[in-house]
């Protein structure tokens, strides 16, 4: 062996068109760390974030001033004294008409909409898009299709039929519907559920057939092979559904004014009711407090949640 | 019912929409045999084994397994374990879990459980990776967890579709052997799916050749390859594949213009039959070549095109008249391509067709 690879290593010294070669260039190729293309791109997408990050270097600011020191003062200037004064003010004092709560009330309102919202259209999606993918019945395709077509419908053209299925649904079976966070929570699972069984079909297909027939003749059933089989699979599209239905959920304006009433509406509604309340003085430090809870849940979501986003995005989005 | 039969299947039909995959099937295996499915891609040999399962509904038809009618039964009622192309093992459990998974779904003891799984895995010698996940193993590995899955739950029919085509030539040259050897140690019925006609040969105690959806031939491997029952099937079995010369049998004799062959030795499927146009089917390994040429039956000669040594033969490409012609020689055999080679034919192992319904005659 090793008289094999001395020999070798002889010959190749002998050998003229190696000694050639090995004086040209070998390996890698250098690049250039400061090229054209490289400052091109590194300056644009320097310039990009900054669009994006001032508006909220100024909202973080201006949230920790006072309001002496904002009517003086530059916006971008950071605060000479820190006060949270603000903050406090938002969460639980701030005024929207006559009642003075702050947004306290609008966040509690918002988690009872989001975690029964976000658990039943999950829920539903999932075993629909199961059912679409795996155990296709006659018509299966033509009810995807129809909830597909649904999900290209505008939404004004359905407020105010679901306005009048809730009130007469709700009568029929003896419960507030309208106006009421449950049926916020019917509406936003209903809405939820054209993308999310979209998602969840796309992603149930892209598991191989064989798997499912191999779980089929070990004698597990339909749910025997959602829950043992698919679902322990499927953390990365579950995790998807959970960021868009948490953040559009907790994002909506339009069906929260339109459902709910004055005492249960969501965060966002009373956000606005804050800011744009007419009487008094502006109070930007207060508003842009508030502003900044709002966002919070969406936010903290993102950053927990990033890496498995990409990843639930790029399984689920592949197969069509 | 004279014999026992494992399976028997009865006028099967299977539409997919307007397309038929399976047309009036039948089919009896016997109880302990390894019968192979072979055909080429795309005639239904996937389909007929999800029927077996029960994991395709036919349209039509019957399927027994033991005697008992198992046609609307679910594919866990029905004594049948099954072995895929892709493994198909559950990725988030260890081997342990994927052998144990069928037995727990029919809720046997636990002891009882575990004393299956372990004498799987000693049989298929995969003791060290019980504790593994499948994303761990090779591919070798991972087919033998997947026949391990079908072992424990104790079986009266396997299953297997393609189950060697992902795995490389030598690892599936291996494992072939191996399946072998367990069936003769299990003496299990074993129904197997291939387009591979190594694998069908040398494992098959008999061979159904399918084609549209149709059984074309069901016989023993020797069967199939001396006395293919029409031309598809010689042409199918066979690597290079047979060659066939068209002319007219007149008195039992073969006729093709210089080409006159008189068919002694060769079993006609009648005692008489009659003349027609017809077809000889010549394999390329029994054409006589060399000095054996002097007392061959009867004599012709080539025109070699191309010579493919192979170390232990030599495959030569050459043209008879106008009609190609391939043969087998020795691996130490010299030709030439231009070169006019003397050939032998033996008729008594050649095959005849009918040249219109392509029948053996
Ligand atoms: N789900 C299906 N829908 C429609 N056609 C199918 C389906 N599955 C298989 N086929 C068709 O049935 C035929 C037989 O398929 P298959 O049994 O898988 O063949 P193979 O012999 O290669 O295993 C093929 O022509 C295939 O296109
Ligand atoms: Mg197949």
Partial sequence: MSDIGMLNTVKAAEDPVRRRLDSGPRGARPKRALSRGNIILYGTLLVVSLYYLLPLYVMIVTSLKGMPEIRAGNVFAPPMEITFQPWVKAWAEACTGVNCEGLSRGFWNSVRILIPSVILSITIACISGYTLSKWKFKGSDLFFTILIVGAFIPYQVMLYPIVIMLREVGNTLGVQLFGSLTGLVLVHSVFGMPILTLLFRNYFASIPDELFKAARVDGAGFWGILFRIMLPMSLPILVVAMILQVT????????????????????????????NSVQGIKEYNVNMAATLLTGLVPLFIYFVSGKLFVRGIAAGAVKG | MAEQHSVEIRHLDLDFGAVKVLQDLNLDIHEGEFLVLLGSSGCGKSTLLNCIAGLLEPTDGQIFIKGRNVTWAEPSDRGIGMVFQSYALYPQMTVRGNLSFGLKNAKVPKAEIEKRVNRAAEILQIQPL?????????????????????????????????????????????????????????????????????????????????????????????EIYNRPRNKYVADFIGSPSMNFLDGHLENHVFKRGDLVMPMTGYEFAAPKVADRKATIGIRPEHVITGELVQGAPVKSEILVDVVEPMGSDTLVWGNMGDRPFRLRMDGNARVKPGERLPIGIDPSRASLFDASDETRL
């Fill in chain 2, 130 to 222: 019980l504790d593994r996940k499948p994303g761990a193993l090779s591919g070798g590995q991972r087919q033998r967890v997947a026949i391990g899955r079908a072992l424990v739950r104790d079986v009266d029919v396997f299953l297997f579709d393609e189950p060697l085509s992902n795995l490389d030539a030598k690892l599936r040259a291996d494992l072939r052997v191996e399946l072998k050897r367990l069936h003769q140690q299990l003496e299990n019925t074993m129904i197997y799916v291939t387009h591979d006609q190594v694998e069908a040969m040398t494992l098959a105690d008999r061979i159904a050749i399918m084609k549209g959806g149709q059984i074309m031939q069901l016989s023993t491997p020797d």
């Fill in chain 1, 248 to 275: 559009g959920i907790w994002n909506d304006f339009l069906f929260g004014v339109v459902y709910t009433r004055a005492d249960s509406y969501p965060m966002t509604v009373q956000l606005n009711n804050i800011v």
